[in-house]
T-cell receptor
Framework: AQTVTQSQPEMSVQEAETVTLSCTYD???????LFWYKQPPSRQMILVIR??????QNATENRFSVNFQKAAKSFSLKISDSQLGDTAMYFCAFMKRDSWGKLQFGAGTQVVVTP | ETGVTQSPTHLIKTRGQQVTLRCSSQ?????VSWYQQALGQGPQFIFQ???????GRGNFPPRFSGLQFPNYSSELNVNALELDDSALYLCASSLGLAMNTGELFFGEGSRLTVL
């Protein structure tokens, strides 16, 4: 069984600054995907960024980037130039390659962006 | 393109009652997954439906059951409700297994309160 751990319940960051969210996971699988999902107060989960485990290059989506360390089983998310609209709950998630749609989520990190 | 819609948005039931939650998947998506998100926690996988067949189940008792219809909409049924069933129930749709990138498209959820 896989476990996903997010050790930071809440992070606060000022507008335009950078914040890094940590995520570690435990698995015996070699082929898998990792995700960061965002859940704003509206409750609708939105995919932020996705990483395939077989790719060594870290994924980047505009102001969002990850630091994927496969050996260490670590998958952190960096939010650069933080904006007020980034305020949300952020969930790290794991999915085995052959388990489409069956994600294992962490407990989440609440990010609060202040003016 | 129509996104994932869920109904009802909020509902209150008493212990022992039964509830049905509904989900319309995003246009073109034939896979629906259901998740339970308890307060302050990450979503937990309940089960998934692909082309009207159950395609995997998480660690939930049989009183949690589901259906998928020919138009790929889906229902989640919970019998003999317990207080611990109080949660946000999320529906997520995705492309069929062969084309799945692992990205899920979530609805805004149904908030169930069991008294």
């Amino acid at each position: 069984a896989q476990t996903v751990t997010q050790s930071q319940p809440e992070m606060s960051v000022q507008e335009a600054e950078t914040v890094t969210l940590s995520c570690t996971y435990d698995t015996s699988e070699n082929n898998y995907y990792l995700f960061w999902y965002k859940q704003p107060p509206s409750r609708q989960m939105i995919l932020v960024i996705r990483q395939e485990a077989y790719k060594q290059q870290n994924a980047t989506e505009n102001r969002f980037s990850v630091n994927f360390q496969k050996a260490a089983k670590s998958f952190s998310l960096k939010i650069s130039d933080s904006q007020l609209g980034d305020t949300a709950m952020y969930f790290c998630a794991f999915m085995k390659r052959d388990s489409w749609g069956k994600l294992q989520f962490g407990a989440g990190t609440q990010v609060v962006v202040t003016p | 393109e129509t996104g994932v819609t869920q109904s009802p948005t909020h509902l209150i039931k008493t212990r022992g009652q039964q509830v049905t939650l509904r989900c319309s998947s995003q246009s073109g998506h034939n896979t629906v997954s259901w998740y339970q998100q308890a307060l302050g926690q990450g979503p937990q996988f309940i089960f998934q439906y692909y082309r009207e067949e159950e395609n995997g189940r998480g660690n939930f008792p049989p009183r949690f059951s589901g259906l998928q219809f020919p138009n790929y909409s889906s229902e989640l049924n919970v019998n003999a409700l317990e207080l611990d069933d109080s949660a946000l129930y999320l529906c997520a749709s995705s492309l069929g297994l062969a084309m799945n990138t692992g990205e899920l498209f979530f609805g805004e959820g149904s908030r169930l309160t069991v008294l």
